[in-house]
């Protein structure tokens, strides 16, 4: 997966989201909560250019149009929709984001919920010491 325009960075996670949904309010909370190297781009205050969602796309292995709940459009049909079109949605309608997308360095995903954001941490940045342990333990039915 190769990143040209978008910065990658593994120390970094970049959250791309609209704070105009539920689910972006919550996946952006839990990031800025959980992870201090966060760049937050929320797409109602600061917009993605073209060539960034085409890469974003292209990374994920989807169309733009694959990025857009068609659901939140009152459209009769988007059988005829170009790239282009897409795109023009996306930038002047940010509520259509299907799914908030994080970038951590090659990995990018979109977010099904808040709690997608773990899978971007790796154990050291989760801040928790790992403490081996050699004997299995102690559970007691009382």
Not at 57 to 86: H, M, Q, Y
Not at 102 to 129: H, P, R
Request: proline share 3%.
């Amino acid at each position: 997966m190769l990143m040209g325009i978008i910065a990658k960075d593994d120390r970094q996670l970049t959250v791309i989201y609209s704070s105009n949904t539920d689910i972006g309010k919550k996946v952006h909370a839990y990031a800025t909560a959980a992870r201090d190297k966060l760049l937050a781009i929320d797409i109602a205050k600061t917009k993605v250019s073209d060539s960034q969602w085409a890469e974003i796309a292209t990374n994920l292995g989807v169309s733009v149009g694959a990025l857009i709940d068609v659901e939140k459009l009152d459209l009769e049909t988007n059988d005829d929709f170009s790239e282009d079109d897409w795109l023009k949605i996306l930038q002047h309608n940010d509520k259509v984001l299907r799914k908030p997308i994080a970038i951590n360095g090659l990995n990018m995903a979109q977010m099904e919920s808040y709690t997608d954001v773990l899978k971007f941490f790796d154990d050291e940045s989760a801040g928790i010491e790992k403490t081996p342990h050699t004997e299995p333990p102690e559970i007691s039915g009382d």
